[in-house]
C-alpha cells in the first residue's frame, strides 16, 4: 500500500517519547512583517510599527505583536507533528515583549521539549522555550498535539 504524500511527514506516537527534543527553529522578524501582520491580523496598534510612539509610551523601541510571537513559536511544533491540525491545545503567558530595532530587526530562538506522552489518547505535550535577545518572551508555553 503506497503511503499518501500528506500522510508522508506526519509523525507517529510511537516514535516519540518523553525528554526527546524538538529541532530548535529560529524566527527573524523586521518591521516589514510586523506591518504585514499587522494588515493581517487588524491589530494596527502603533507600537508595532511607529518607533517614535512606542518610545512615548515607554517601550525601548517597537515590540512584536504578542500573537505574532506566540504563532511564530509553535511553528516549532507544527513542522514536528507534520500537520499544524494536529495541534489541539496552545497556551503561554507573555514575560517580555520582543523589541524590534529597525535596522537589524529582532531574532526569537525558539526550542521545544516533549514533556508528557499519553499512548491511550495519542495526546503529546510539548514545552517550548522562546528567548530574543536573551530575554526569555514566552513563560509556561504548552502545546498539545494529538498523534497517531
Known amino acids: 500500500m503506497e503511503e499518501t504524500t500528506a ?10 517519547a518523553v525528554g526527546d527534543a524538538l529541532p530548535a ?3 527573524h522578524v523586521d518591521r516589514a512583517r510586523l506591518v504585514q501582520y499587522a494588515g493581517a491580523s487588524l491589530d494596527r496598534n502603533r507600537i508595532h510599527w511607529d518607533e517614535t ?13 504578542g500573537m505574532f510571537t506566540m504563532g511564530a513559536a ?16 496552545y497556551g503561554t503567558r507573555f514575560t517580555r515583549p520582543v523589541v524590534v530595532p529597525y535596522e ?15 499512548a491511550e489518547t495519542g495526546r503529546v505535550t510539548v514545552e517550548l522555550t522562546a ?13 498539545v498535539a494529538r498523534l497517531d
Open 74 to 89: 509553535v511553528t516549532v511544533v507544527t513542522e514536528w507533528v507534520g500537520d499544524a491540525g494536529r495541534v489541539i491545545e
Open 7 to 16: 500522510a508522508a511527514g506526519i509523525r507517529r506516537l510511537a516514535e516519540v
Open 131 to 143: 528567548t530574543a535577545s536573551g530575554d526569555k518572551v514566552l513563560g509556561r508555553a504548552l502545546a
Open 104 to 118: 537589524a530587526g529582532a531574532d526569537i530562538e525558539v526550542a521545544g521539549v516533549v514533556k508528557a506522552v499519553d
Open 25 to 27: 527553529k529560529t524566527i
Open 53 to 65: 510612539f512606542a518610545k512615548s509610551v515607554g517601550l525601548p523601541d517597537v515590540i512584536a505583536h
